[in-house]
T-cell receptor, first 111, second 115 residues
Framework: KQEVTQIPAALSVPEGENLVLNCSFTDSAIYNLQWFRQDPGKGLTSLLLIQSSQREQTSGRLNASLDKSSGRSTLYIAASQPGDSATYLC??????????FGRGTSLIVHP | DTAVSQTPKYLVTQMGNDKSIKCEQNLGHDTMYWYKQDSKKFLKIMFS???????INETVPNRFSPKSPDKAHLNLHINSLELGDSAVYFC??????????????FGPGTRLTVL
C-alpha cells in the first residue's frame, strides 16, 4: 500500500528565501505526482503535475522534480513571499490510479 | 466560471440524521472523486466515479452512498450520521486515469459538523 511522507511538517522562513519541500513515496510504480497548496479553510489549488515519464515541471517561481527510482519529489519555491504561506500537499497516483496524499508541509513566510 | 462547486459549504446536524452534499463540475471531466479531510488535515480518498460508474471505493462504511446522475455531478449521501463523520468533504474531478494528463481539480469543501 502506497504511503506518502512530507518533510518538514512545518516551516517558517523570512521573505526572500529559496525553499525546498520534500515528498517521498514508498511504491515507485506511480502514474503521476501532483503538488497542491491549501489555504486555511479553503480547497486545494493545483500547482504542478508531473507524469511518471517526466523529471520536472516549472510554473513561475515553482519547480517540482520527480525521481521515481528513489521515491522522491521536491517542490522548490524561489524567492518566497508572504503570499506563499499555506499548506503544501503532494499526492502520488499509483498503478491502481488511487491518489495517496501526504500530510502536508505548513509554510509560513514572514515579512 | 469553470470550476468544481459544492453545496452546502457548511452543514451542522444531529447524530443519526441523514444528509446529502452535492458536487458539480463544468470542466468537461469524466472522473469525479470524494475525499474526506479529518481534523488533522489528512486527506483520504473515499470514492471515484468515471462517467457515472464507480471505480474506486476505499472501504468506506455503507452509510455513505455516492450517486452520479450524470458525469458532471457526483453527490454524497450519508445515512445515520455519527460524531466521527465530522470532517471537511472535498469533491474533485479530472480526466480519467489512463489519459496522460489527469490533473485533479478540487471544490471548496463542505465542512460537516455532527453534534
Amino acid at each position: 500500500k502506497q504511503e506518502v511522507t512530507q518533510i518538514p511538517a512545518a516551516l517558517s522562513v523570512p521573505e526572500g528565501e529559496n525553499l525546498v519541500l520534500n515528498c517521498s513515496f514508498t511504491d515507485s510504480a506511480i502514474y503521476n505526482l501532483q503538488w497542491f497548496r491549501q489555504d486555511p479553510g479553503k480547497g486545494l489549488t493545483s500547482l504542478l503535475l508531473i507524469q511518471s515519464s517526466q523529471r520536472e515541471q516549472t510554473s513561475g517561481r515553482l519547480n517540482a522534480s520527480l525521481d521515481k527510482s528513489s521515491g522522491r519529489s521536491t517542490l522548490y519555491i524561489a524567492a518566497s513571499q508572504p503570499g506563499d504561506s499555506a499548506t503544501y500537499l503532494c499526492a502520488a497516483r499509483g498503478g491502481s490510479y488511487i491518489p495517496t496524499f501526504g500530510r502536508g508541509t505548513s509554510l509560513i513566510v514572514h515579512p | 466560471d469553470t470550476a468544481v462547486s459544492q453545496t452546502p459549504k457548511y452543514l451542522v446536524t444531529q447524530m443519526g440524521n441523514d444528509k446529502s452534499i452535492k458536487c458539480e463540475q463544468n470542466l468537461g471531466h469524466d472522473t469525479m472523486y470524494w475525499y474526506k479531510q479529518d481534523s488533522k488535515k489528512f486527506l483520504k480518498i473515499m470514492f471515484s466515479y468515471n462517467n457515472k460508474e464507480l471505480i474506486i471505493n476505499e472501504t468506506v462504511p455503507n452509510r455513505f452512498s455516492p450517486k452520479s446522475p450524470d458525469k458532471a455531478h457526483l453527490n454524497l449521501h450519508i445515512n445515520s450520521l455519527e460524531l466521527g463523520d465530522s470532517a471537511v468533504y472535498f469533491c474533485a474531478s479530472s480526466q480519467p486515469a489512463g489519459i496522460n494528463y489527469n490533473e485533479q481539480f478540487f471544490g471548496p469543501g463542505t465542512r460537516l459538523t455532527v453534534l
